[in-house]
């Protein structure tokens, strides 16, 4: 992978984002993350990441992330074990692992992440990841009865505090279900069974959008009602508008969202339908 520095921005900034290790992706060694992401995904990575060029800009994110994770790296208490990479065999992979921090049977990992994905509430994928975590560390005779999620809100604003369901403050820490040991592996085994058979990525693993259809004002830039249908929207707008003749309706077409703003082998998938768009970029 090329990280460009088209803006000529500080070169400690691209080295940050490289690292110290080599990320070439290897078929027999399995992430947690790739894991649990999209098989599809993980082999358009295994074909294309040599390939890849990704502005150093759009790595800030990241870049946070990883600073912040050092930190708590450095000042972690002596009998904590922080960032100690585990593998271990299984399935046909090598799997790895590399928890944040864990002391007296609590697991805890950190996450800088947006204020709005603290109000949509717990991320599947994090209960997922933490639990194969716990897993690992179970597999070479470490308990664990308790996971935290330590989330560090990036975007946070103190003058929404007072709003229902807004976070009280930037860091928070957020309990993590505990899958028990066994379903654990059944799903671990379900995941690396999807990765040896290959199929495009779901809607789910899309972040697909349907296409809606607002009732709208002229004049006026929110909806009345955004409905499924058109027929949908006809129906209602026909039932609930006295106004008719300043009435109409907006299709708002869905989208793959991850698709088209987060994954960045796209170009290259032969099921992705922006491909052609962003080929041309």
């Known amino acids: 992978m090329e990280i460009r520095n088209p803006n000529n921005l ?26 649990i992401d999209s098989p599809w995904r993980r082999h358009l990575k295994q074909l294309h990441y040599g390939e ?59 996450k800088t992440t947006s204020a709005y994905s603290f109000i949509l509430g717990e991320k ?27 989330a560090v809100l990036r975007d946070y604003m103190p003058r929404k505090a ?5 976070p009280n403050k930037p860091l928070i820490a957020v309990d993590i279900p505990l899958w028990t040991l066994e379903d654990t592996q059944k ?5 690396i069974e999807a990765h040896k058979n290959l199929e495009p990525c779901s809607p789910e693993e899309r972040w ?37 003749k300043n009435a109409f309706i907006e299709e708002r077409p869905g989208e793959d969202s991850k698709c088209l703003r987060y994954c960045n082998y796209a170009k290259w998938c032969q099921y992705n339908r922006y491909k052609e768009e962003m080929n041309e970029e």
């Not at 080295?15 to 080599?22: F, L, N, S, T």
């Not at 933490?130 to 999620?149: A, D, G, P």
């Not at 007072?162 to 807004?166: G, M, T, V």
Request: charged share 30%.
């Open 162 to 166: 007072a709003e229902p369901d807004y």
């Open 208 to 244: 697909a959008k349907p296409t809606t259809f607002a009732v709208k004002m002229k004049g006026v830039k929110t909806a009345k009602r955004v409905l499924n249908s058109k027929d949908e929207a006809a129906e209602w707008m026909v039932n609930n508008i006295k106004d008719m």
């Open 10 to 35: 500080p070169e400690a900034l691209v080295r940050a984002a490289i690292g110290d290790k080599d990320h070439t992706p290897d078929p027999h060694r399995m992430s947690v993350t790739d894991l």
């Open 187 to 191: 799903y671990i085994d379900s995941r």
């Open 124 to 150: 599947i994928e994090w209960t997922q990841q933490l639990n194969v975590y716990r897993w690992m560390l179970n597999s070479i005779r470490i308990e664990i009865n308790k996971i935290q999620i330590i």
């Open 52 to 110: 890849l060029s990704v502005d150093v800009e759009d790595m800030t994110w990241l870049l946070m992330g990883k600073a912040f994770h050092l930190l708590m790296d450095k000042y972690a208490p002596e009998e904590a074990v922080s960032e100690e990479k585990i593998e271990i065999p299984y399935g046909g992979y090598t799997l790895v692992g590399i928890p944040d921090v864990h002391k007296g049977g609590v697991l805890y990992d950190y």
